[in-house]
């Protein structure tokens, strides 16, 4: 009996800290989004801004549900204050999982975890000042003459929020193709290799991801393809082949490491 609550006991412990550090994610959203809520017009006007800039004179962006002048603000106030809080959430994340890394694993992981949050900033600030203006410019100017540009504003608050998530993850790209390398599951040979097959499966998710227009998928998929480029050229630089001595030796101090956390644990 006392065997079996020994080996329920760290999976249980494991759970209450989980739990934990979800609340404390949560609360930080929470904290965030009650300061910037007084601000929820405003931030949406900012948001609004790539388009209202090229509506034709004399028209605006319009409210076809009655409970859209609040809710979405508010909706948008809730998603800008998870992303405000990415920093802290990624932290959590990895406190959580830290201990149950090798020392060489925490070295690596640290800067993939702070340059993780760079590029998924650089993701949105990528299709607010670049993306953006660039669709609205093409959607209404190829418009019928006797049609008036009226957007409705949940409509575009979902829109803009498909792509900001669309890019965020897309600006992952050299991160996740430097874990990929540094695993040994690919080496970059290989991966130069199937380029052509990567071009076409950024141009698939592009289409997947984005409106069906052509513009706003080559606007994804192309960074996609470049963001690709560049982790091969990272990994290049930064993951050198190792003689077979030493990934040896490597799985010999893992095996140690590994039994005397065990050993410490009993």
């Not at 962006?61 to 992303?83: G, H, R, W, Y």
């Not at 406190?95 to 340059?115: D, N, Q, V, W």
């Not at 998929?221 to 690709?228: G, I, K, Q, R, S």
Request: hydrophobic content about 55%; overall charge negative.
């Amino acid at each position: 009996m006392s065997q079996h609550t020994d080996q329920e006991q760290p999976l249980i412990a494991h759970l209450v800290e989980l739990r934990q550090r979800l609340l404390y994610s949560v609360l930080a959203i929470l904290v965030i989004f009650l300061c910037l809520f007084y601000f929820a017009n405003d931030l949406y006007t900012w948001l609004s801004a790539p388009l209202t800039a090229l509506l034709p004179e004399g028209t605006s962006m319009i409210a076809t549900d009655v409970t859209s002048p609040f809710f979405a603000p508010f909706k948008l106030t809730l998603v800008f204050s998870a992303f405000l809080a990415m920093p802290f959430l990624l932290h959590q994340a990895w406190s959580f999982i830290a201990p149950g890394l090798y020392t060489h694993e925490k070295r690596l992981a640290i800067p993939l975890l702070l340059s993780s949050i760079l590029l998924f900033y650089l993701g949105i600030a990528f299709a607010y000042f670049v993306v953006f203006p660039l669709i609205f410019g093409f959607f209404t100017s190829v418009g019928p003459e006797n049609i008036a540009v009226m957007t409705d504003i949940s409509s575009y608050l979902n829109f803009v929020l498909k792509l900001f998530f669309a890019f965020g993850v897309v600006f992952e790209i050299p991160v996740a193709t430097l874990l990929l390398l540094w695993s040994g599951i690919v080496t970059v040979e290989s991966l130069k290799s199937k380029r052509h097959y990567v071009i076409v499966a950024c141009f698939v998710l592009g289409m997947l991801l984005t409106p069906p227009d052509i513009i706003s998928q080559s606007l994804l998929a192309v960074p996609m393809w470049l963001l690709f480029e560049v982790g091969i050229l990272m990994g290049r630089i930064l993951i050198k082949p190792k003689p077979d001595e030493e990934l040896d030796q490597e799985l010999d101090d893992a095996i140690d490491e590994e039994q005397e956390n065990r050993n410490s644990n009993s």
